[in-house]
């Protein structure tokens, strides 16, 4: 079978424990957002949801089974969010 025209199948268990672990993730999520932590709200909420769309990308959208341009692309398109991101904290910080 040609190497672009291979389908990757993943097992139901793996799909279902990814689901799991999402659901547990949205579970912490909602309950950080009852804990005041000061400044590290922010970083912990984001912290949390970098790691679901990790999750959702890597497994459900396969970028784990593709090829390195569109890994690099794509670590790259992150890349230059968290810096436009930075930026916006660095701007309301120092008003």
Request: no cysteine.
């Amino acid at each position: 079978m040609d190497k672009h025209t291979s389908q990757h199948l993943m097992p139901y268990h793996t799909l279902a424990l990814v689901l799991g672990t999402l659901l547990i993730l949205t579970a912490v999520t909602v309950g950080v957002s009852y804990v005041d932590l000061g400044i590290f709200n922010v970083p912990i909420a984001l912290t949390i949801a970098a790691t679901k769309v990790s999750l959702v990308l890597l497994f459900f959208m396969h970028l784990k089974y593709e090829g390195k341009a569109i890994v690099v692309s794509f670590l790259g398109t992150i890349f230059f969010l968290a810096i436009m991101i930075s930026f916006t904290f660095w701007d309301v910080a120092f008003r």
